[in-house]
């Protein structure tokens, strides 16, 4: 582990409805300022001013209301900014949380005011069986139901998905040059995931959003051409930032897009204006072309963080809540089910996990450490 990390064992004392103690474990980067305001979780207790009924509310004011499920970090792809094309070591099949067990932990964060769901990874359609996880999911009653995906297994699950329940789908897609696609995907084919965004659209997923993840010098001279694809097919082209999370730790400041580049090289082709956004904080600034069809989106995690809205938790696939991207905290929840930990031990966790939560992810400050898990292992 990192040794700006530290480990601590809590027990869970606060918990009025278990007697016995059930293992707690956050890890908090020691350096960062604010991560244990008051030096509660240093001293094992919870922050009396921690709420124990209520949405799920941070120490900023930001309610917390979406969840990204992790189903495993094993992905068919080996794209150049998210993992190695060799030597990746996976968890093993014991350490992922069952669906039994996704299911509860999401129907106690539904409880909690959760709203919306997205199943992402690693490639969410790599596990098995994950029809059957959207229909528990779907059964619990989420307004939102989603997932992220590369689509190189979709065009086949695509019916069974949303007949399970799916409502969304996001597409991940960062060149429209098979050539290009396939060096920087790795592995995979352009021609397999645009059938796929056909398919899916026709079972009813539609707008689809198609994410492409810029690199300087790879894939920046493409951004008209996405912009080009979006207004003939009205799927949302969302251009993301490349983010400091790549398994292999290469990531430069000099390989990112800023939003802002995109926003005037599209802007100085084809106006565009911003959408308002209806349906509460999300990540992307959401833009449509002034003169009729098409949107794009725009992810400027680096250039222009959204901390201050930020709304999301994430699951890890082996069962940890993780509140921010770009930190190292996590909160289990997976060792306190197996410990036969109780619904309210769960949201005792979903509670600290949020009420640790930093203001903001610091990429730009110079302390800024990256995160020791990938993309790819987190949930993106
Ligand atoms: N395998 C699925 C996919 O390809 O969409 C879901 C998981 S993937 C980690 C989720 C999203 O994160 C994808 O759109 C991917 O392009 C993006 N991503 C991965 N690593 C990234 C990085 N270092 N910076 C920015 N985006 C990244």
């Given at each position: 582990m990192d040794d700006s990390l530290h480990r601590l064992s809590l027990e869970n004392a606060n918990d009025a409805t278990t007697a016995r103690s059930v293992p707690v474990t956050l890890s908090v980067r020691a350096h960062q300022e604010g991560s244990d305001a008051g030096g509660f979780v240093s001293r094992g207790i919870d922050d009396p001013a921690m709420p124990t009924e209520g949405p799920l509310v941070d120490r900023y004011s930001r309610v917390h209301d979406d969840l990204r499920i992790s189903?495993?970090?094993?992905?068919?792809l080996r794209c150049v900014y998210c993992m190695?094309?060799?030597?990746m070591t996976f968890m093993a099949r014991s350490e992922l949380l069952t669906f039994e067990e996704i299911e509860r932990v999401a129907g106690v964060a539904h409880r909690l005011g959760v709203t919306s769901i997205r199943l992402t990874g690693g490639e969410p359609l790599v596990r098995k069986g994950l029809t059957d996880l959207v229909a528990r999911l779907s059964a619990l009653g989420f307004e939102d139901l989603a997932l992220t995906t590369n689509a190189m297994q979709l065009a086949a699950l695509a019916a069974p998905l949303v007949s399970a329940g799916l409502k969304r789908v996001n597409i991940s897609c960062d060149s429209l040059r098979a050539d290009r696609y396939e060096s920087i995907?790795?592995?995979?084919?352009l021609a397999t995931v645009l059938e796929a965004m056909d398919v899916a659209e026709r079972v009813g997923l539609s707008p689809i959003k198609v994410n492409v993840v810029l690199i300087r010098g790879s894939n920046d001279d493409e951004i008209l051409d996405f912009a080009a694809f979006a207004r003939e097919t009205g799927r949302i082209v969302r251009f993301i930032e490349f983010m400091p999370l790549d398994a292999q730790g290469e990531?430069?400041?000099?390989q990112l897009v800023p939003g802002r580049e995109v926003f005037e090289k599209i802007d100085a082709q084809w106006p565009l204006e911003p959408v308002a956004n209806l349906q509460g904080p999300a990540p992307a600034e959401q833009f449509r072309f002034v003169d009729g069809v098409g949107r794009i989106g725009l992810i400027s995690s680096v250039s222009q963080p959204f901390c201050g809205t930020c709304n999301r938790l994430r699951l890890t696939a082996d069962g940890a809540i993780r509140?921010?991207?770009?930190?190292?905290d996590e909160t289990t929840i997976r060792d306190i089910i197996r410990a036969g930990g109780t619904d309210s031990d769960i949201e005792l966790q979903f509670r600290r996990a949020v009420w640790a939560k930093f203001p903001g992810h610091a990429i730009n400050e110079p302390q800024f450490l990256r995160p020791a898990r990938s993309m790819s292992m987190i949930g993106g």
């Open positions: 189903v495993t970090d094993r992905c068919n190695p094309l060799e030597g995907r790795r592995r995979g084919d990531w430069d400041r000099d509140n921010c991207l770009f930190s190292d």
